[in-house]
């Protein structure tokens, strides 16, 4: 992946990573000031997930078309499909992956009727956070672009995200009786740790790639 | 005449006696905060010396406030269940103090706690409750009791008050006693007692007393000394004690039923164990002589209650030691003949304290060693079974080890035996060492050959053990239904997530979401895993709730028909039957599919017939019971149709395993040309077998015309499982009533679903057979959480008042003409109908992959070759080594992981012995578990014996096939 890039490309990548770690820890220093207060926890989060969600679009319109990309194209001409069409499957699919993933967290026992909006809420941060993301930079295709391991990033900030919001829900139980402990804070303070781990993991990665390439340029 | 007409009780919850003791020589600057907080005990009794008396007050393990007053009203010891007649409800059936006073016309106003109602609902004149649910508040109560204490002594109507003060004891549990909100608290306490001795009548007794004491850190429950011994202060205007020993003896707390007893004037209950304090009976205007009198009289009226206890107790078959018991008999013969007044009495006290310890000595205490020692066989038993699992001696099936293990068995169960004689410490350990040499001496059997654990195997055993860890937690074990709903989930996710890698790894780079995810074995593995997710999340509706749960609202599932009201009879009814129906129904199908519901051999019209008519007689049972239950009718030969229900159960498990075969042979050549050909009929299914059978015996004996053709032959192995299975579901249906017929469905769907899963995942990954017939730790994992899901699924909880008693009277009339085993073996199968269920069922998870293949040829993957596959589980019994050996490690390795649940419960209530949550929550989890893990063995031998007898029986077939062609 890394080696097709160029470095305009890579500068925007660390730039982006960057304003993820900074949004996430906003996110979370906003959660806590306001003591877990749910409704404005809420909130925030949504805040959060549309401010996510931008910041990848914007970062998708400024990178040059990478190789995936250019093949999708190549795809979308030659079956005729417009750019239009495809962003509206995105689309499509994006508010699939909403619905989707509210579905899999009933189902993994939140609540239906009660609290649907803490629960919604939640499923929009996981959904934008590990499948809209995506979406916007890999296309229509990117689950099986996802499971293939094809695009690093978003594989590992997809799975990170997922896995953390998962584990997210085993202080639920304990009965300590913090604030922190209403649903769905724990769940939602975890996928954004997931996010700020991924984030801090991939600049780690690209600081490295960076350091033998100045360092290849140097010899 | 009773030496007082009114007493008042003071109970302060948790009032340590050094509380209570006022030490004179510490200064205000240097005393912590709970001593010298109530002065009022030391300078009553100093003014008083005759009317008031302050001593420790020992209460009995466990000391928690329920237990503690149970112990305070009906004078008995605790057992470790309190084994009352009825489970159900917290209401104390045994013969106690407030039900003797009641009786006997006093009435009893009661403030405080809300315990108190629940335990004696409706025996009080007058009450003011509150709750004690919430540890945080101190005050609610205290100040309840506060503001109508004073009213309530104003006012004519009583004989007895009790007011029971929460506000120590939550001051304990939330900062401690090293704390300044308990000298506050204890203030608060001196103030009451003194407002109350101040408006006390000269007739009446002050009792103050605490139920038990409290840890450095304010928790209680166990047997130390700082929660043991309470305080007990005593006080009335006409008391007139002998002067003041220098040492105030310490006062067991059953000695407080008989002194209140019989100050008042009323008979002592029946099963109280106290010793009366008699000088508490005597008042100031008796002589001397009248007092001994007083005296004599209190200790002979509790030694003949005593004596009758006892004789009664052992009436029922309970047997006491032998010297001890002895010694009581010569003691009262001695009484009886002494003469002198002062004599008797001396031998009185004596029985009496004689007959306590006796008590005590048989009934529960912590044997910390005992239990150590139990904990370290546990531990080297598993860790035999963990080496067991990955060595060498089960990869090639070495006889000569098994049979050792057999004998290694016998021996540590003989040393069992034998320790009623030396007891449990010794035994313990020399059975650990047993074992540890035994390992030792087979050291180069049980080096583990090869752990290659993959993905799939790691990450459920790694959720399993946050399952056992939260076995010490209690928040944990209290929501463990939906803790161990949500790691199921989270396994049979990762089936998916795994299967979809699997799928994608394969199809590099098509993008195309259609292609990859289009095929027929995709759609298989998303319908499986949406199957099993929805019905785990049902479940939900069947759950029973918890006493801890508060949030939890009660289900209509629990309720039984009869108990619902008149207009959803039908829609109950249905609903019970249509579950039950399709339970019976699916399998059924499935059966057909694979062909062996074919022919007329025994096993088969068996198979066809008795489990569709057992759930008929279900339906009609249950229709019966709802008549019966409208029309307040007595109907005669109500019961008959569960005793049928039984019965054909019975015959039919015991023919199936006689005569196992599900097959049907096709007439040879002759009579064959008649017969519809497969693809003229596809709903009967021909499997596939045939076809390949009929190449082998081409290739091997070319003569040509003999092949037989034979139905069902493919999966002729694990047909005959489910043919018992489709039979004991009926009953468990039966058993569970008909409100959980529907959590049995959930139950068999999801067991279905993940069959499915595990199949597909063998079938996606695995290159050769042996690989294939190893289902490894994940489906291990996943029937394992399984089990404990169902458990819960079917409307249970590890709690007493959680067993479904109605069970016991299904298909047995009155309880007297059939003993108690029927009715407690129906109430163990309702509550543990899950566990047998599971084990019985786990042979299927080795054979699935392979039935799953040839009945539906698509899933198969392309790495197994297609002809060798297309016998299905004819191979196994082609290869009885690698059947045996496969059956056996999923085996162990199941009941590895129930046997590690029972291990950390265990272990939890060991550790946690001094939890306040110990005998509510710890205790009885440890006690379901241990019971669980028996039903799992037997199950699980029954299910293994049953298919090792199927595969001989198909061996012995195909012999003499092989013969006859």
Redesign the interface.
């Known amino acids: 992946m890394f080696e097709q890039t160029g470095p305009h490309a890579t500068n925007l990548l660390v730039l982006k990573n960057i304003l993820c770690l900074v949004f996430g820890v906003g996110v979370l220093w906003t959660i806590v000031l306001s003591g877990y207060e749910l409704a404005s926890s809420l909130y925030s989060l949504r805040a959060y997930s549309l401010l996510v969600v931008l910041l990848e679009g914007v970062c998708r319109y400024l990178t040059p078309a990478s190789s995936s990309e250019i093949s999708a194209i190549a ?1 979308a001409k030659t079956k005729k499909h417009s750019k239009i069409f495809e962003t509206f499957l995105v689309v499509l699919l994006s508010v699939c992956s909403v619905i989707g993933t509210h579905v899999v967290v ?4 939140a609540y239906v009727i009660e609290n649907i909006e803490a629960t919604f809420t939640l499923s929009l941060l996981v959904a934008s956070l590990a499948f809209i993301r995506p979406l916007i930079t890999l296309g ?2 990117a ?3 996802l ?2 391991r ?1 695009n690093i990033e978003s594989e590992v900030k997809s799975f990170a995200v997922l896995v953390a919001t ?1 584990a997210g ?2 202080p639920i ?3 300590w009786d913090r604030p922190w402990q209403v649903w769905p804070l724990t769940c939602s303070i975890g996928a954004i740790l997931g996010e700020l781990g991924a984030s801090v993991y991939f600049l780690s990665v690209l600081w490295s790639k960076g350091g033998t390439q100045w360092k290849n340029k140097a010899r | 005449m009773p030496p007082f007409r009114k007493t008042i009780i003071l109970l302060i919850d948790a009032l340590r006696y050094d509380f209570a003791l006022y030490n004179a020589s510490l200064k205000d600057d240097d005393t912590l905060p709970y001593q010298n907080k109530m002065p009022v005990f030391g300078e009553i009794v100093k003014q008083h010396p005759h009317q008031a008396l302050l001593s420790p007050f020992m209460a009995d393990a466990p000391t928690t406030t329920m237990q503690r007053l149970k112990g305070l009203t009906t004078g008995s010891l605790p057992t470790f269940i309190d084994a009352s007649l009825n489970f159900a409800s917290e209401e104390i059936e045994e013969d106690n103090i407030i039900d003797q006073l009641v009786r006997h016309g006093r009435r009893v106003t009661i403030l405080g706690d809300d315990t108190w109602g629940g335990l004696f609902p409706g025996r009080f004149s007058r009450s003011h409750l509150y709750s004690s649910f919430n540890v945080m508040d101190l005050h609610t109560v205290d100040r309840g009791v506060l503001s109508h204490l004073g009213e309530e002594m104003g006012r004519g109507d009583w004989e007895v008050i009790v007011a029971h003060f929460l506000g120590v004891d939550h001051c304990g549990h939330r900062y401690g006693p090293n704390h300044p909100q308990m000298a506050t608290k204890l203030a608060q306490m001196n103030e009451a007692v003194l407002q109350v001795i101040a408006g006390m009548d000269n007739d009446t007794l002050l009792l103050v007393l605490g139920d038990h004491g409290m840890t450095q850190t304010g928790d209680h429950g166990g047997d130390s000394r700082e929660e043991v011994e309470a305080a007990l202060f005593v006080y009335s205007p006409a008391l007139h004690l002998p002067s003041p020993p220098v040492h105030t003896l310490p006062v067991a707390q059953v000695d407080l039923v008989p002194t209140l007893a019989l100050s008042l004037g009323v008979p002592v209950p029946f099963s109280s164990l106290g010793k009366v304090m008699e000088d508490v009976l005597v008042t100031a205007g008796m002589s001397a002589e009248e007092a001994e009198k007083q005296r004599h009289l209190g200790l002979h009226l509790n030694v003949q209650q005593v004596k009758r206890y006892l004789t009664a107790y052992r009436e029922l078959g309970n047997s006491y030691p032998q010297d001890l018991w002895h010694k009581l008999e010569l003691l009262e013969g001695k009484a009886l003949e002494k003469s002198s007044v002062g004599g008797q009495r001396t031998a009185f006290s004596e029985y009496l304290t004689l007959a306590k310890l006796m008590c005590e000595e048989i009934w529960a205490r912590f044997d910390v060693q005992e239990m150590l020692s139990g904990l370290c066989l546990m531990l080297s038993v598993l860790l035999m079974a963990g080496l067991l699992i990955h060595s060498s001696a089960l990869t090639d099936i070495k006889t000569h080890i098994i049979k050792r293990l057999l004998i290694l068995t016998v021996v540590v169960n003989l040393l069992f035996a034998l320790s009623l004689s030396f007891g449990f410490v010794i035994f313990g350990y020399a059975a650990n060492v047993l074992i540890l040499l035994w390992m030792y001496a087979h050291r180069q059997h049980l080096t583990v050959s090869q752990l290659d654990f993959k993905a799939i195997d790691c990450i459920p055993l790694l959720l399993v053990s ?1 399952l056992l860890l939260g076995s010490f ?4 074990v ?2 463990e239904n ?2 161990v ?2 790691i199921l ?2 396994c049979i996710t990762l089936y998916l997530l795994l299967l ?2 699997e799928i ?2 394969k199809k ?6 259609l292609k ?1 995810f289009g095929n027929a074995f995709s759609v298989t593995c998303g319908t499986g895993w949406a199957a099993a ?2 019905c ?2 049902c479940s939900g509706w069947f759950w029973r709730c918890r006493e801890e749960q508060h949030w939890c609202l009660p289900g209509q599932a629990q309720v039984p028909l009869s108990g619902l009201p008149q207009h959803l009879h039908n829609w109950r009814y249905f609903t019970s039957v249509l579950p039950l129906a399709l339970a019976v129904w699916l399998p059924r199908r499935w059966l057909l599919l694979c062909g062996n519901l074919n022919g007329s051999r025994v096993g088969v019209v068996l198979a066809r017939t008795v489990p569709v008519a057992c759930s008929v007689l279900v339906a009609v049972w249950w229709a019966i019971q709802a008549v019966m239950a409208a029309h307040n009718l007595d109907l005669w030969g109500h019961v008959i149709p569960p005793r049928v229900i039984y019965a054909a159960t019975a015959v039919h498990v015991a023919v199936l395993a006689c005569v196992p075969l599900l097959i049907y042979e096709l007439p040879p050549a002759a009579s064959r040309k008649s017969q519809p050909l497969v693809s003229d009929n596809p709903s009967t299914l021909i499997p596939h077998l045939y076809k390949s059978l009929m190449e082998k015996y081409r290739t091997q004996n070319s003569k040509g015309p003999t092949i037989p053709i034979v139905y069902g032959l493919a999966t002729g192995l694990s047909a005959s499982m489910v043919a018992v299975l489709m039979v004991v579901v009926v009953v468990v249906v039966l058993v569970a009533g008909d409100g959980l017929s529907g959590a049995v469905l959930l139950l068999v769907l999801v067991a279905a679903a993940s069959l499915l899963l595990q199949a597909l995942w063998k079938l996606k990954t695995c290159h050769n057979l042996k690989e294939l017939a190893r289902p490894g730790w994940s489906a291990a994992c996943l029937w394992f959480t399984l089990s404990i899901h169902g458990f819960y699924l079917t409307g249970h909880q590890p709690t007493f008042p959680a067993l479904h008693w109605s069970a016991a009277f299904v298909g047995v009339e009155g309880a007297q003409s059939v003993g108690n085993w029927a009715p407690a073996l129906l109430v163990g199968l309702n509550t543990y109908s899950s566990y047998l269920l599971l084990g019985l069922a786990l042979p299927l998870v080795v054979v699935a992959p392979l039935a799953l293949s040839v009945v539906f040829p698509s899933l198969r993957g392309s790495r197994l070759e297609g002809d060798e596959i297309s016998r299905g589980e004819f191979l196994l019994v082609e290869e009885p080594d690698m059947l045996r050996e496969s059956l056996m490690s999923t085996a162990l390795s199941y009941i590895f992981l129930q046997a590690a649940k029972v291990f950390c419960t265990s272990l939890a209530a060991f550790v946690l012995r001094r939890h306040l949550m110990l005998w509510k929550i710890f205790a009885p989890h440890f006690i379901f578990e241990a019971v669980g893990l028996i039903v799992t063995l037997l199950s699980v031998l029954a299910g293994l014996g049953f298919t090792l007898r199927v595969q001989a029986a198909l061996a012995s077939w195909g012999e003499r096939l092989v013969k006859a062609a």
């Open positions: 795809k009933v189902l993994f026992g229509r295709s689950v099986i672009n499971l293939e094809q998962w829900a085993f139980p304990l009965d | 946050f937690s209690n928040s944990f209290v929501v939906y803790v709903a949500f989930l989270s979809m890698l994608v790894s590099l780079s098509s993008g195309k979401m990859v997710v929805v785990v999340r």
